[in-house]
Nanobody
Framework: QVQLVESGGGLVQAGGSLRLSCAAS????????MGWFRQAPGKEREFVGG????????YYADSVKGRFTISRDTAKNTLYLQMNSLKPEDTALYYC??????????????????WGQGTQVTVSS
């Protein structure tokens, strides 16, 4: 059973930075796709970005491109989301997710197999 645990959220001022972590257990990722999503109150869950565990390919939503960066540490089996130049509209609950045996970066939440519990990011103006 794959478990994903996010951490690193918090309160930050606009223009600031945060790094989210997603520690995985129960599987050593290989030909899998990982994703970050976020959900603000009253809104649908939104794709932020994704990565192929092998090959390091990444893809980002237009709203975060150039500000957010996804990376991973294979030794720690951990996924990261570096968020810079944060804006109040980035405020949301952030989730990491895993799509097993996927050679494509998935952008739909329904295409992911496992989810973390989420970590709150609040950006004040």
């Amino acid at each position: 059973q794959v478990q994903l645990v996010e951490s690193g959220g918090g309160l930050v001022q606009a223009g600031g930075s945060l790094r989210l972590s997603c520690a995985a257990s129960g599987r050593t990722f290989s030909n899998d796709a990982m994703g970050w999503f976020r959900q603000a109150p009253g809104k649908e869950r939104e794709f932020v970005g994704g990565m192929l565990w092998i090959g390091y390919s990444t893809y980002y939503a237009d709203s975060v491109k150039g500000r957010f960066t996804i990376s991973r540490d294979t030794a720690k089996n951990t996924l990261y989301l570096q968020m810079n130049s944060l804006k109040p509209e980035d405020t949301a609950l952030y989730y990491c997710a895993a799509a097993l045996r996927s050679w494509l970066i998935r952008r739909k939440a329904s295409e992911y197999d496992y989810w973390g519990q989420g970590t709150q990011v609040t950006v004040s103006s």
